[in-house]
């Protein structure tokens, strides 16, 4: 059994993280300022003596003996993370100082849940680790892209300064029942938009495009890479290589939801990058790992997931 501490560990991709490390027999404590974290999501794991929960920011030192770290601190949706910027920024940069700080005093293994924000509006297509990206230091994204970006190079010093042991993910789109209703990201919103009947907003002309990955196959991913050989440090791409518009997926969820819905099209957001799809070649050489769950698949739960929701709350 190993003490594993999770921050953001009342998120979407968080409270799917703590259920699986638990289910494999570890202690698990979840951290989290409940920014845009629910205990909703992790209040099934509550009655489970091996699963602690704190509220604690991570811009503040935190000090605990755990085996292994899992950094997720970190709001992931645009609306909330430009919401107040020079917090993001906080969270990104002072949580991986104080998580780091932690790992080295500790001696604990940490893994960084990065992002394909990295990559900005990439100019290299699929992206792959070692493209640098095409990043816009001082727009609206900036806070978020340049936080990640940030917290990447303190892992990378911290690792060849201090001997922590390392593990970079970047997480590319995933999506998957705990997102909140309100999240503001794109397969949320056009869910609740057309189980709603409510008109769904595609941002510019939907000729953008995004690349899927449901949550199962994500923790599958992640978990894979805290066990790997010490040696391999990352980054690597986590993602669903399958590549969609974003007006394909509107007309999707419409379809799979049987709803009436209209397309309304809004300003696309500065900054807003027009196409995204992983380079997934080092994952599946490294960690014999690959995505398993087609975006149907995948829609039909989380379709599923927040059907039940507004049946069971009608003020969402
Ligand atoms: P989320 O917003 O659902 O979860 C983030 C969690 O972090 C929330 O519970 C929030 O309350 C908590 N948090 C935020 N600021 C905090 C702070 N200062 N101190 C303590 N807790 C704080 O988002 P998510 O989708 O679960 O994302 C989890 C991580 O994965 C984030 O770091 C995000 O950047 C990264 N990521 C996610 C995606 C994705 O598509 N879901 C893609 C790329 C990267
Ligand atoms: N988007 C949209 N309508 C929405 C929400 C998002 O058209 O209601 C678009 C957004 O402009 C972007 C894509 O969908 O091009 C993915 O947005 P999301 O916020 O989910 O994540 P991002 O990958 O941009 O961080």
Redesign the pocket.
């Known amino acids: 059994m190993k003490r594993i501490l999770v ?2 560990g ?5 409270s799917h993280l703590c259920e699986r490390l638990l289910k494999e027999g570890n202690e698990v404590i979840s ?7 629910q205990k909703k999501n992790i209040i099934h794991l509550m009655d489970n003596p091996y699963f602690e929960v704190v509220r ?4 503040s030192p935190y000090f605990v003996e755990v085996d292994e770290i899992y950094n ?6 645009p609306i ?1 993370y430009q919401y107040n910027p020079i917090k993001t920024v906080k ?1 990104s940069v002072m ?1 991986a100082i104080n998580m780091l700080g932690l790992a080295k005093r500790i001696r604990a293994k940490i893994l960084q ?1 990065s ?2 924000e990295v990559y900005g509006d990439p100019r290299v297509h699929p992206q792959t680790e070692n493209y640098w990206g095409h990043v816009n230091p001082i727009g609206l994204r900036s806070c978020y892209d340049e936080g ?1 970006r940030v917290a990447e190079t303190l892992f990378m010093n911290y690792h060849t300064q201090n001997n922590v042991r390392i593990k970079i993910v970047r ?4 999506y998957g029942p705990n997102m ?1 209703p309100h ?1 503001g990201r794109v397969i949320s919103n056009f869910i609740v938009q057309a189980l709603k009947g409510q008109d769904i907003t595609v941002y510019g002309d939907g000729q953008q495009t995004r690349s899927f990955q449901y949550i199962d196959d994500l923790i599958n991913g992640m978990v894979k890479m805290m066990d790997s050989e010490d040696d391999f440090i990352g980054p690597v791409n986590m993602g669903n290589p399958g590549e969609f518009t974003i007006l394909e997926l509107a007309k999707k969820i419409i379809d799979m939801t049987g709803s009436r819905s209209k397309i309304v099209f809004q300003p696309l957001p500065a900054d807003d990058p027009m196409q995204r799809k992983p380079d997934i070649n080092l994952a599946k050489e490294k960690l014999k790992w690959e995505p398993k769950i087609p975006l149907e698949q995948g829609l039909k739960k989380t379709i599923a997931y927040f059907d039940q929701l507004l049946k069971e709350d009608s003020s969402i």
């Open positions: 921050t953001g009342a998120g979407f991709v968080g951290l989290d300022n409940y920014f845009t974290g604690h920011d991570v811009t997720l601190a970190c709001p992931a949706s909330h969270t949580g849940a992002t394909s990640k997480l590319f789109n995933t909140h999240d």
